[in-house]
């Protein structure tokens, strides 16, 4: 299985911060990489897919970068309802593994 | 705007089979567009991304659960299926379904629905 691994794992920031999260892939997975948002008791979201399309709907200031086995996904400028927990997952090769996640709260 | 919903038991005894369904609406399982999938999360832990199944009836399973997963497909109900078997603690989790999107995200998601494995 393709290992992802994110970090950091936890980050505090403010709002207005710009934030910068990474995923590594045990193996090159193209660009077959999605970021998702998730907020408690809430179902994950699709926020970037193909590692730099943003999904319709999702704010401008989410952006997301890379190739192959590196990944960043940005927070431009952080708003209230950003704090969450975030994934990657690769889709490049079954079975599609999740990144462990990176919760992102209030400082 | 199409939308997911899982359905069945909240809680399955250890040994038992755990069996939920994922009614679709606003759009068509057997569209032929999208791959239809189900996804675990065990409480307070990551996601776990169990297969994925398209209106044929074919299916791909994460190896890992390959051997006690079923994921089945109804399109006169609009609806798609997931067993799984001989149950134990380690399943208990939050199952969610969701719809495959053409560089396999998945980009539509159910509210999930918190199965517990106890006797």
């Known amino acids: 299985d393709i290992q992802m691994t994110q970090s950091p794992s936890s980050l505090s920031a403010s709002v207005g911060d710009r934030v910068t999260i990474t995923c590594r892939a045990s193996q090159n997975v193209n660009s077959y990489l999605n970021w998702y948002q998730q907020r408690p008791g809430k179902a994950p979201k699709l926020l970037i897919y193909s590692a730099s399309t943003l999904q319709s709907g999702v704010p401008s200031r989410f952006s997301g970068s890379g190739s192959g086995t590196v990944f960043t996904l940005t927070i431009s400028s952080l708003q209230p309802e950003d704090f969450a927990t975030y994934y990657c997952q690769q889709s490049n090769i079954t079975p599609h593994t999740f990144g462990q996640g990176t919760k992102l709260d209030i400082k | 705007q199409v939308q997911l919903q899982e359905s069945g038991p909240g809680l399955v005894k250890p040994s038992e089979t755990l069996s939920l369904t994922c009614t679709v609406s606003?759009?068509?399982?057997?569209?032929?567009?999208?791959?239809w999938s189900w996804i675990r999360q065990p409480p307070g832990k990551g996601l776990e991304w169990i297969g994925h199944i398209y209106y044929t009836g074919s299916t791909i399973y994460n190896p890992s659960l390959e051997s006690r997963v079923t994921i089945s497909i109804d399109t006169s109900k609009n609806q798609f299926s997931l067993k799984l078997n001989s149950v134990t603690a380690a399943d208990t989790a939050v199952y969610y379904c969701?719809?495959?999107?053409?560089?396999?995200?998945?980009?539509?998601w159910g509210q999930g629905i918190l199965v517990t494995v106890s006797s």
């Open positions: 606003g759009g068509s399982v057997s569209s032929g567009s999208h791959y």
């Open positions: 969701a719809r495959v999107h053409p560089w396999w995200q998945l980009g539509d």
